[in-house]
């Protein structure tokens, strides 16, 4: 259509007459010998094509804020983007209109082709040097408001953060004022304050025990001032003074310093994990050489710690500590229950677990909803809008932990699938234990029977559904995460084995390892086996062409398999046959960490989302820009961490609900 285009041809398209009169005085405004700023700044924000478009360079991004900063008397610049497909290119271009003109509108002054200047239409085609195809097809358009418009689900969300944080800060700056006042009190010694009030020298209730055990007797009788109340144990539980105890100690807090190696093993997957997810998220759609990313990275085992390896693996990892310790903890409790395992018990064990994750889960998913209302994002946040509406919809399959039986692209808060995963997983250990105490018999053949059935469920699904093995980082094959890798039938291997493993760890009586050549051997077999399950999954990359019997079977072996391989190096470590291997695990540095680990885990995506959607042009892979990619998302997420793991997680955890309540699990 030629540029001449006025409101007299309004009729025959369906856009508003504020809209038609603002796009063709923009449009008229750049034909001028000097035209106004305002049309300079918008014409100047439409995207332009760079080089590199067979290296992956194609989509057009334009200037943002350059657009949002043109003002004409009557309207604003408003950023869009058109994504069109160009023969196999998919690609998007920026576009900056007025913002009279809504999502629809823009849509249809796209399709009459209506930015032009003279015969040159600015959205430009890719040239037919670079593609075959010369015909642009647009298949969607999408504007980013100018504006930040919360609903009342955001507001809800907002609130909740803010309420999670401020009952800690009130906590702690009551117990401050309550010890600030006692000590102002005329008394002899500190010693007589703290037995008249029921309070230590750190303005903190005494205790018979662990933190946030029963009161003692003195706290008991011994205050008139201020009487001891749930009130103020909770208050107690909450404030700074009590969580922030111990958060950077390196003692780590497991019996006679065992299980020392498990802090390392945890630390170094949860590190993997982030570095994987460094990677990813760029990589879906935010880089401007994508196929030389792929070319270089992807198939190369050097690259083993990024997105392009099997990252996946320290997943199954995490699955195996949580089975040892489930069981562990499990154990522990009846112990101390005087050898019963009843209902009771058992409801007390899961609930535990309920309160141990729920509540900093609900606080990243607040927080996450929170920010997606908040931000002014950039052009490459378009992807993950999605996530929004599914939490605004889907919230309940989060809070009940059940967002893993989902379809996939309705999970809120996608990184959480996990921890229902985890829980669903957990729910099983008292019923091994029942039947392990009941006759162990019984308990070999059923947990033989669940191994097995859930290693032919993961080669069944992979054989008939021809999935890959590994999904390293483009969503290839959606099949692969909503059929296969969140779901408890096919992941529950490495967490079964996690379970014997703890079974057997708390019930030994003597040493597994007799002689130092049984440890040679199971340490070659060991790192042999890890080598060759890393190999295999880049020997059978890519989605395969018919139904794979090699891939089948490495799917429903290879998780197991891992499982085994951690767990040798965790008993070899306890058997004082780790060497070098067990100082490395057994660091002490490892144990802080280990302390804020699942505060990094849930908080680490959002810094990577965030970096990644306020991002206005694409990022340029290199092997530098990646690592301190991850180095900055790794000292944000250790600092944010700390924060979260004393205000949000710690208080829940040490709060009782009763005196017969066990100590806080690992």
């Known amino acids: 259509m030629a540029l001449g285009w006025t409101t007299q041809s309004l009729p025959n398209l369906p856009v508003s007459q504020k809209c038609a009169m603002d796009t063709n005085t923009f449009l008229w405004e750049i034909r001028q010998d000097k035209p106004k700023e305002y049309a300079v700044l918008m014409y100047d924000a439409f995207g332009k094509q760079g080089s590199n478009v067979e290296g992956g360079n194609a989509n057009q991004p334009g200037q943002l804020q350059q657009c949002r900063s043109a003002h004409n008397p009557s309207f604003s610049g408003q950023y869009c983007q058109v994504f069109l497909k160009q023969g196999t290119i998919q690609y998007f271009v920026g576009i900056c209109v007025p913002d009279s003109c809504d999502e629809e509108e823009v849509q249809t002054l796209v399709l009459y082709d209506t930015f032009k200047m003279g015969h040159r239409s600015l959205i430009q ?93 003195s706290s008991r009788h011994g205050s008139s001032c201020f009487p001891k109340s749930c009130v103020y144990q909770c208050l107690q539980a909450f404030s700074l003074q009590t969580t922030s105890r111990g958060i950077f100690s390196t003692s780590s807090g497991f019996p006679e310093d065992g299980y020392c190696s498990l802090n390392g093993i945890r630390i170094l997957s949860l590190l993997w994990i982030m570095c994987g997810h460094s990677a990813q998220f760029p990589v879906i759609n935010n880089l401007d050489n994508y196929k030389d990313w792929k070319k270089t990275v992807e198939s190369s085992p050097l690259y083993v710690f990024s997105l392009s390896g099997p990252v996946f693996l320290a997943v199954d990892t995490f699955l195996l500590l949580g089975g040892l310790l489930s069981a562990r903890s499990l154990l522990g ?29 609900i606080f990243v998913m607040c927080l996450t909803v929170g920010l997606i209302s908040l931000v002014h994002w950039g052009p490459y946040w378009f992807p993950f809008i999605d996530n929004l509406m599914d939490c605004k919809t889907y919230w309940w399959g989060n809070l009940l932990l059940i967002s893993n039986l989902l379809p996939v692209h309705e999970i809120c808060v996608p990184w959480t699938w996990y921890l229902s995963l985890d829980f669903q997983c957990y729910a099983t250990t008292p019923l091994l234990v029942y039947f392990y105490r009941l006759n162990r018999g019984v308990f070999a053949a059923m947990a033989g029977g669940l191994l097995l059935m859930t290693t032919l469920a993961g080669s069944l699904v992979t054989g008939l559904m021809q999935l890959p093995v590994f999904q390293p980082s483009t969503l290839t094959s959606e099949n692969y995460v ?118 990094c885990y849930l908080i680490h995506p959002v810094y990577i989302l965030v970096y990644t959607g306020l991002q206005e042009t694409p990022i340029h892979y290199t092997d530098i820009n990646f690592m301190y990619l991850f180095l900055g998302h790794l000292v944000l997420t250790l600092g944010t961490s700390v924060v979260l793991t004393v205000l949000v997680e710690k208080p829940y955890v040490l709060l009782k609900w009763n005196r017969k309540d066990d100590p806080p699990q690992q």
């Open 125 to 217: 085609q890719l040239p037919s040097i670079l593609v075959n195809e010369s015909t642009q097809e647009m298949f969607m358009t999408h504007c980013l408001s100018n504006s930040i418009a919360p609903d009342a689900s955001d507001v809800a969300c907002l609130f909740v953060v803010c309420t999670m944080l401020a009952i800690p800060l009130a906590a702690t700056l009551f117990l401050a004022t309550v010890t600030w006042q006692r000590n102002r009190a005329v008394m002899p010694t500190t010693e007589s304050v703290c037995l008249s009030t029921g309070l230590n020298q750190y303005g903190t209730l005494k205790t018979n025990g662990s933190m946030g055990g029963e009161v003692s007797d």
């Open 333 to 361: 409790s009846i112990q101390s229950a005087e050898d019963k395992l009843s209902p009771g018990l058992v409801v007390a064990y899961l609930f535990r677990r309920f309160k141990r994750i729920q509540p900093l889960h």
């Open 482 to 599: 909503l059929y296969y890798y969140v779901k408890p039938h096919t992941r529950y291997g490495p967490f079964l084995i996690g379970i014997l493993t703890g079974i057997y760890l708390s019930t030994k009586k003597g040493q597994l390892l007799k002689h130092k050549w049984q440890a040679v051997l199971g340490w070659l077999c060991c790192l042999s086996v890890l080598a060759a399950l890393i190999g295999l999954a880049y020997a059978l990359r890519g989605i395969p062409a018919h139904p794979s019997l090699p891939h089948a079977l490495y799917q429903g072996l290879h998780r197991p398999i891992w499982g085994l391989a951690i767990t040798w190096i965790i008993l070899a470590c306890e058997e004082g046959y780790g060497g070098f291997i067990n100082s490395l695990l057994s660091f002490s540095l490892w144990v802080p960490l280990a302390r804020i680990s699942f505060a």
